[in-house]
């Protein structure tokens, strides 16, 4: 059975659906204010193997990936670049799903953005003022989270270091891995010059960061999902706050696995503006790449590790890549008829072939175990070529071959063409 690493529980546990065969998942998609990196898609690969794998067993996968294009940086950036917010985040938009599509990355069928669903934060800010756990001040509308019991338990937070003075932080977002320790911001109220509103029942204004992705949820899947996931960057604030505003206006458990990945490293440093180090895939795709090569280097591993890019391990991973599809070229797994022998099923070849899919199947019950299950796949090849060279895999081995690699390469996404 699945085993998945829930950071709620801070262990392994049993991947069980609130309703038998049926999965509600929702992912943190893009901040579009300007482009996705490697770092971004290793996060939108290893989410997307989950979809497939979830898939491979048997779930229906209902998706939400969001699309955050109104905040205080997208504004910041816009009005660097001479055009509107909704320009600039358009662009970005479809360089994403542009890029996602070239890496094999099946986006769910919701993706919405926050300026789609600017209607339903409004209703949930009505929600909680009438509750008595939003409030205004000065125009905005803040969240007070010490009116919601065990607020931020996802992340653990020590409320005993709650200041005793009110304290409110308007900002969309803050810089680094750091706790605002007060009340949090929903709505921006309109101000002379505000380059981007919206006219509602609350008023002229626009809905914080904090109440986008509670809004893109609620009106898209429901107020209870199996899965939310994401960067481990949203462990600090944002996930804690979207399970405050769900929870608060629900009053059930939000969420019940919460799976987070960890950072991308290039040369060993996190990937910054003030270091350059900042890698895009059509960075890598000018070393000769193809677009499956970084899908595999972004999803061998473990996703709650961190993982470093550097050229070296980059061009050496390429190279095993590689070197499985020419094994699958020497044993004849290539979508022609293959192997020397007779058909028929020998010892060694039959007990290879029947234990390809379950073995695959072993590792990434363990947690999305990817990289052992791509070792697994390969060292099975090998020992097949082997046998395939002293005449012992015939045609029907073969074709098996195929048929139960291209039921884990629909989760894999990188061992078949087409």
Known sequence: MLQLYNTMSRRKE?????????????SCGPSIYGRPHVGNYRSFLWEDVLQRYLEHLGFTVERALSLTDVEDKAISEAQKAGTTVLELTDRNTRLFFEEAGALRIKLPSLVPRSSTTVEQAVRLILLLLSKGIAYWHEGDVFFDPLQVKGFGRLFRLDMSKWPKAKRRFKQDTYPGRRWNLGDFVLWHGYRQGDPLYWDTPIGKGRPAWNIQDPAM??????????????????????????????????????????????????????????????????????????????????????????????????????????????????????????????????????????????????????????????????????????????????????????????????????????
């Open 217 to 418: 949820i609620t009106r898209h899947l429901g107020y209870t999902i199996d899965i939310a996931c994401g960067g481990v960057d949203n462990l600090y604030r944002h996930h804690d706050y979207n399970l405050a505003v769900i929870e608060a206006i629900s009053g059930e458990e939000f969420s019940r696995y919460w799976i987070h990945g960890e950072h991308l490293l290039v040369d060993g440093k996190k990937m910054s503006k003030s270091v350059g180090n900042i890698l895009y895939p059509e960075d890598l795709l000018k070393e000769g790449a193809e677009h499956r090569h970084i899908r595999f280097y972004l999803i061998y591993g473990n996703h709650r590790k961190t993982i470093n890019l550097t050229m070296d391990r980059f061009k050496t991973l390429s190279r095993k890549l590689d070197d499985l599809t020419e094994v699958l070229g020497e044993i004849g797994c290539t979508g022609e008829a293959g192997g020397t022998a007779p058909d028929k099923s020998p010892g060694a070849a039959k007990k290879l072939v029947d234990g390809l899919l379950p073995g695959f199947e072993k590792h990434m019950n363990d947690d999305l175990n990817v990289k052992g299950a791509f070792d697994f796949l390969y060292k099975s090849l090998q020992e097949l070529a082997a046998l395939n060279r002293q005449g012992k895999l015939g045609g029907t081995e073969c074709r098996r071959i195929e048929e139960e690699l291209r039921k884990a390469d629909r989760v894999l996404r990188v061992i078949f063409a087409d």
């Open 14 to 26: 049993r991947f069980e659906p609130r309703n038998e065969g049926a999965v509600k998942m929702f």
